[in-house]
C-alpha cells in the first residue's frame, strides 16, 4: 500500500485533538515559547487540532536541551508548535529537520518560525526516511504515521548512540478510528521488545514513549 494510501485509510483523529490543559486542576505556570499562540491561532483558522500539547512540548524541549551541537529531526510538522518547543531547548549549534507532507499546515510553521536552526522539508516522511537511511540523528520526534506505523525500524536505525526516539498519542480516545487502537498495542510491543534501546512508557500528556539508544 503507498503511503498516500495508508494516511487516507487512518484518520487524522487519530493523533487526538490536543490543546493546552491544566493538569489534575492545578493551574500550573509554564513559560511557554514566543510564537506558540500565533501558530495555536493560524492552526485554528485551518481547523488544525493535532498541535502537541504543553506537557508533551515541555518533554521535548527538556530532551532537547540535553544535547550539544545536536542533530534532530521531527516527522510531522503540522504547524509548528512542537518546533517551537524544541527550539527552546536547542542550544545555537543544533540543528532540527522538520518533514511534513502538507504544505499549507507547514506554511504557518514557515512564516512564523524565523529561526536559522529549522530546515522545512516539504516530503512524505517515508520518502524522506528512504532517502536518509545513512544519517543519525539525537532526537526523533516521529510525529506522523512514517516513521511510527510504518518504516519503524527505519526511523529507529536512524537514531544516533545515546539518542532519543519519541512518539505521542499513545493513550486511547473516542475519536481513534476502529482498528487503531490495535495498531497502537502492536506498536508498543515492538517498542518492548528493542534490544538496543531502553524505554519508557509515560502516561503523560497524551501517552508517549521516549526510546534511548544505548551505548556500546
Ligand atoms: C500530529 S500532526 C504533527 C503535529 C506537530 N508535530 C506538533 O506537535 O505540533 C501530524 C502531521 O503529520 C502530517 N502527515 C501525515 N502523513 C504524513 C506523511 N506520510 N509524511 C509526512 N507528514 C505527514 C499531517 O499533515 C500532520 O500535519
Given at each position: 500500500m503507498l503511503a498516500s494510501q495508508k494516511k487516507a485509510a487512518m484518520s487524522s483523529t487519530d493523533f487526538g485533538s490536543r490543546t493546552n490543559s491544566r493538569r489534575q486542576g492545578r493551574m500550573i505556570l509554564i513559560m511557554q515559547p514566543p510564537e506558540l499562540n500565533e501558530i495555536i491561532q493560524k492552526a485554528q483558522q485551518l481547523r488544525f487540532t493535532m498541535n502537541c500539547d504543553i506537557e508533551t512540548g515541555q518533554l521535548l524541549r527538556t530532551l532537547a536541551s540535553s544535547k550539544r551541537a545536536g542533530t534532530f529531526l521531527e516527522l510531522g510538522t503540522g504547524a509548528g508548535a512542537s518546533i517551537t518547543w524544541i527550539l527552546e531547548g536547542m542550544d545555537s549549534q543544533s540543528r532540527l529537520v522538520s518533514v511534513e507532507m502538507d504544505d499549507s499546515i507547514q506554511s504557518i510553521a514557515r512564516s512564523i518560525i524565523k529561526d536559522e536552526r529549522v530546515e522545512f522539508v516539504t516530503e512524505d516522511g517515508s520518502i524522506f526516511i528512504e532517502q536518509n537511511k545513512g544519517k543519525k540523528f539525537d532526537?526523533?520526534?516521529?510525529?506522523?504515521?512514517?516513521?511510527?506505523?510504518?518504516?519503524l525500524e527505519e526511523a529507529l536505525e536512524?537514531?544516533?548512540?545515546g539518542g532519543f526516539y519519541i512518539i505521542d498519542d499513545l493513550n486511547p480516545v473516542d475519536?481513534?478510528?476502529?482498528g487503531h487502537g490495535d495498531k497502537v498495542q502492536s506498536l508498543r510491543m515492538k517498542m518492548r521488545g528493542l534490544h538496543d534501546f531502553r524505554i519508557v512508557e509515560l502516561n503523560w500528556s497524551t501517552g508517549l514513549i521516549v526510546a534511548t539508544r544505548r551505548t556500546k
Open positions: 532526537l526523533i520526534f516521529a510525529d506522523t504515521w512514517p516513521g511510527k506505523f510504518y518504516h536512524m537514531v544516533a548512540e475519536s481513534w478510528s476502529l
